[in-house]
């Protein structure tokens, strides 16, 4: 994990999870008390993993919770009371959120932080894949509007416009996606 935020109302929480953290060598880690305090604090950064002991001072802590995971941290997870745990956990696990119940033990926060720790990473990898194909089909849409302007002023068929692009790719040493540009800004300008 690159980054953790740490949200408790209670300096208690706070130290327990800080020294928990610095046992497990956990670096980049930032605490804040109030959710206000954390809603300000997300305007300016992001984080990879969002902790937060409920309840908090100025709200409970549930709707920061879903709040934190609209806005990108891939991971969060809430620690409540074992008497709320499951109605919490009913209204957060359709966002992804983890919800434990407390008391706990050092073992299962340190299995819930290497779970949580693992889907970060396969969201993370699924995420990327995600970005590569919108790329390929942005890519895609701008060689066939390319096409669409050659056979429109050139009166080339399908297959020659795209004969054409990419023997100007190669010549040029450049991505099809470039040639699509500089086409489409010729054409459409």
Not at 13 to 28: I, N, P, S, W
Request: aromatic share 6%; charged share 25%; net charge neutral.
């Amino acid at each position: 994990m690159e980054s953790i935020l740490i949200v408790s109302g209670s300096e208690k929480g706070r130290e327990v999870l800080r020294e928990f953290l610095a046992v497990h060598a956990y670096q980049d880690v930032v605490y804040t008390g109030h959710a206000a305090e954390t809603r300000r604090l997300l305007l300016d950064r992001t984080f990879d993993l969002c902790v937060i002991n409920t309840p908090l001072p100025d709200e409970f802590g549930s709707e920061l919770a879903i709040s934190i995971v609209e806005q990108g941290v891939s991971q969060v997870m809430c620690l409540v009371k074992s008497d709320v745990a499951d109605t919490v956990s009913i209204k957060l696990e359709d966002y992804g959120i983890f919800v434990l119940a407390k008391p706990l033990n050092k073992q299962t926060l340190w299995s819930a932080f290497k779970l949580m720790q693992a889907a970060h990473h396969r969201l993370r990898g699924l995420q990327n894949q995600n970005d590569l194909l919108r790329q390929k089909i942005e890519d895609i849409r701008l060689v066939d509007r390319a096409k669409c302007l050659l056979i429109s002023y050139l009166k080339m068929t399908e297959p020659q416009a795209h004969r054409y692009i990419e023997k100007q790719a190669m010549d040029l040493r450049l991505p099809k996606r470039e040639v699509a540009i500089h086409l489409i800004r010729t054409y459409e300008e």
